[in-house]
């Protein structure tokens, strides 16, 4: 599911409408695979912030594809 919206765009359109931070743990965390520690210690976000940050970030793509796929 995630591979199709890659392909057409829309998944990268998403989130680059995402604020930076959110971004940067939505691409570690789903892109890169990494965890919360990995990330925490990469970023210098504290682990509970990149939880809640990856958390609303994917409630907003949720929102944003489920928008883009309802019209289509």
């Known amino acids: 599911q995630v591979l199709r919206y890659v392909v057409d765009g829309r998944l990268t359109a ?39 940050c990856l958390h609303r970030a994917r409630n907003r793509l949720r929102a944003e594809l489920g928008a883009d796929t309802s019209q289509g």
Request: glycine share 10%; proline share 5%; hydrophobic share 40%.
């Open 14 to 52: 998403a989130i680059q409408t995402l604020p930076e931070r959110y971004r940067v743990v939505v691409y570690l965390a789903d892109l890169q695979g990494l965890g919360y520690q990995q990330i925490s210690a990469l970023t210098g976000i504290p682990l509970g912030s990149v939880k809640s």
